[in-house]
């Protein structure tokens, strides 16, 4: 099982561009989640989705988008990147809110 | 103020040092509590739940205090594999909302 999977590692944008960060998990829970991580911030979160075809705003959602494609996949879409949204981004899923999140490895997005 | 605060540290420590980390956390009706661990340029994973009547693992004790808002992580016998960052960690009801703290950084010397 390979948990959670985040895709791409890296990305590299221009102010203005748009881009899809896509995550998977093959647990078999039912909440997915995406947070940005910033130095001295902790994680913070953008959107999470309590279950399939449902997704809801959470701490920071402006200037992003989500789709949960099915119960496996949940991703996340910058329409206009900026600079402010250089961030490290995490998805993770648990099984319920009282339960464990499982974290993908993350992906290091810089805006230029 | 933020929801869930912890002091940023460095903690610096030696080998077989033992450390104590705290977290407070502004909401009263906060349901779970958990401590993670994330090392450097890595994703957060669960180190420990913490339980009202406070819970071991190993080196590691987690308390939580509900009537103060604090929750604390004991480390003992600090290994040079405990050199990470901590991060508290608390759940409130509906919304499905999660609080994550800004972590705590731990380096533990040879």
């Known amino acids: 099982n390979a948990g959670v999977t985040q895709t791409p590692k890296f990305q590299v944008l221009k102010t203005g561009q748009s881009m899809t960060l896509q995550c998977a998990q093959d647990?078999?829970?039912?909440?997915m989640y995406w947070y940005r991580q910033d130095p001295g911030m902790g994680l913070r979160l953008i959107y999470y989705s309590a279950s399939e075809g449902t997704t809801d705003k959470g701490e920071v959602p402006n200037g992003y988008n989500v789709s949960r494609l099915n119960k496996r996949e949940f991703s996340l879409r910058l329409e206009s990147a900026a600079p402010s949204q250089t961030s490290v981004y995490f998805c993770?899923?648990?099984?319920?809110?009282?339960?464990?999140?499982?974290f993908g490895p993350g992906t290091r997005l810089t805006v230029l | 103020r933020k929801e869930v605060e912890q002091d940023p540290g460095p903690f610096n420590v030696p080998e077989g040092a033992t450390v104590a980390f705290n977290c407070t956390y502004s909401n009263s009706a906060s349901q779970s509590f958990f401590w993670y661990r994330q090392d450097c340029r890595k994703e957060p994973k669960l180190l420990m739940s913490?339980?009202?009547s406070g819970n071991e693992d190993g080196r590691f004790t987690a308390q939580l205090n509900r009537a103060s808002q604090y929750i604390s992580l004991l480390i003992r016998d600090s290994k040079l594999s405990d050199s990470a960052t901590y991060l508290c960690v608390v759940t409130n009801t509906g919304g499905f909302k999660t609080i994550f703290g800004a972590g705590t950084r731990l380096f533990v010397k040879a």
């Open positions: 993770a899923c648990t099984s319920g809110i009282q339960n464990t999140q499982y």
């Open positions: 913490v339980y009202s």
């Open positions: 647990m078999n829970h039912n909440s």
